[in-house]
């Protein structure tokens, strides 16, 4: 009896996707992407960044920011999605509680950055750190012998003290990266190279000091940038519905678990979940 009633249920519940798919999947949509926490892992946001892009009825991207940096590889990978991206349908980016070195690099290259006046972000700059424990592991008796291939491999090994020949190898390589984010932080937001270079020291600012050196555009929060972004589509932005793009859990169990919700809809590129704003 009760896998009868399962059945029933999740036929049931079927049924309202195929209906929910039918009255939502031709509507035009705009794509919410969170990006929070530390930058390392960038796939899942690259792959949601190009369902939005092959998805004609994604008319906008809002990104909601919550970052205070992370991996300099995975930010530019993230940049350069929103940067190919924003060409084809508007970017907006909402800062939360902080957009911070990283969080602020896959920031930069939207249509148009808010942030609220209280949100933590900046701190234009790159570092690597390393770790000299020689004097400790003298003190100990303790001796690890790196075999390398090259005098420089173990260059940054806790071992290994730097010497000023390497202190520079090290310094070079940061200044180069330093550059690249000045240059893309140039490329899109409205400040010169000369000013930006001024207070791209490492310095983190507040909202309301960002848009005063016009770092981001304008000051406001999530449902300031999602009005935006229906205002940039034009006509169709008053009918325009908010598509979180998030993993999923199985089917089945979104059919059969607790946290189901009505308000789901089937489209080309998967299975999406209104949200209300």
Do not use: C, W
């Given at each position: 009896m009760k896998k009868k009633i399962l059945i029933g249920l999740a036929i049931f519940i079927v049924l309202l996707l195929v209906i929910n798919s039918i009255t939502y999947s031709n509507k035009p949509k705009i794509a919410l992407i969170n990006i929070k926490g530390v930058i390392s892992e960038y796939r899942d946001v690259l792959n949601y960044l190009s369902l939005a892009e092959k998805d004609n009825s994604v008319k906008a991207v809002v990104i909601n920011v919550d970052s205070p940096g992370g991996a300099v590889g995975a930010s530019q990978e993230?940049?350069?999605?929103?940067?190919?991206?924003?060409?084809?349908?508007p970017v907006i980016v909402s800062m939360g509680n902080v957009a911070a070195s990283g969080g602020y690099y896959i920031s930069v290259p939207a249509n148009?950055?808010?942030a609220n006046p209280g949100t933590i972000t900046g701190s234009i700059g790159v570092i690597v750190q390393h770790m000299d424990l020689t004097k400790i592991m003298d003190k100990i008796g303790l001796k690890i012998e790196n075999i390398k291939s090259g005098k420089n491999?173990?260059?940054?090994?806790?071992?290994?003290?730097?010497?000023?020949?390497?202190?520079?190898?090290?310094?070079?390589?940061?200044l180069d990266v330093y550059n690249q984010f000045i240059d893309a932080i140039v490329k899109y937001r409205k400040i010169s190279k000369d000013e930006l270079l001024k207070i791209a020291d490492g310095r983190i600012f507040s909202g309301n000091q960002a848009k005063r050196f016009g770092?981001?555009?304008?000051?406001g929060n999530l449902q300031d940038?999602?009005?935006e972004a229906k205002k940039l589509i034009g006509?169709?932005?008053?009918?325009?519905?908010?598509?979180?793009?998030?993993?999923?859990?199985?089917?089945?169990?979104r059919l059969l678990g607790s946290?189901?919700?009505?308000?789901?809809?089937?489209?080309?590129?998967?299975?999406?979940?209104?949200?209300?704003?």
């Open positions: 993230i940049y350069r999605a929103i940067e190919r991206i924003r060409n084809k349908k148009v950055v808010f491999k173990d260059i940054l090994y806790p071992n290994n003290k730097l010497t000023p020949q390497q202190r520079k190898l090290i310094k070079d390589t940061v770092l981001v555009d304008k000051i940038a999602i009005d006509k169709d932005g008053k009918e325009a519905i908010i598509v979180p793009f998030e993993k999923q859990k199985p089917l089945i169990e946290e189901i919700r009505l308000n789901t809809f089937l489209t080309p590129s998967g299975i999406y979940y209104l949200m209300k704003l």
